[in-house]
Nanobody
């Protein structure tokens, strides 16, 4: 059972930056695909970015502003968010899956990101 813990959320002004971290309890996490998702009040959860086997994918809303990366030594996946906009306000979740065809089986508790205008 992989346990995930997000951190790094907070309140930031528009145009600012935050770096979210997703740290796992198990060393096998380094081989898992990891995604970042977000959910704003009254909206569906949406994909933000993912990383697996050295490849990265981004939602159109994240391209050019967000960067996902992984530190296998620290067992952590990061989401660097630059140029934040009020519409980025949401609870951000990281999730992990053991294979590209599997669903995301493991989820963190989420971290709140609030961007003020």
């Amino acid at each position: 059972q992989v346990q995930l813990a997000e951190s790094g959320g907070g309140l930031v002004q528009a145009g600012g930056s935050l770096r979210l971290s997703c740290t796992a309890s198990e060393r096998t996490f380094s081989s898992y695909g990891v995604g970042w998702f977000r959910q704003a009040p009254g909206k569906e959860r949406e994909f933000v970015a993912s990383i697996a086997r050295g490849n990265t994918w981004y939602a159109d809303s994240a391209k050019g502003r967000f960067t996902i990366s992984r530190d296998k030594v620290k067992n952590t996946v990061y989401l660097q968010m630059n140029g934040l906009k009020p519409e980025d306000t949401a609870v951000y979740y990281c999730a992990a899956r053991n294979g590209p065809t599997r669903p995301y089986d493991y989820w963190g508790q989420g971290t709140q990101v609030t961007v003020s205008s």
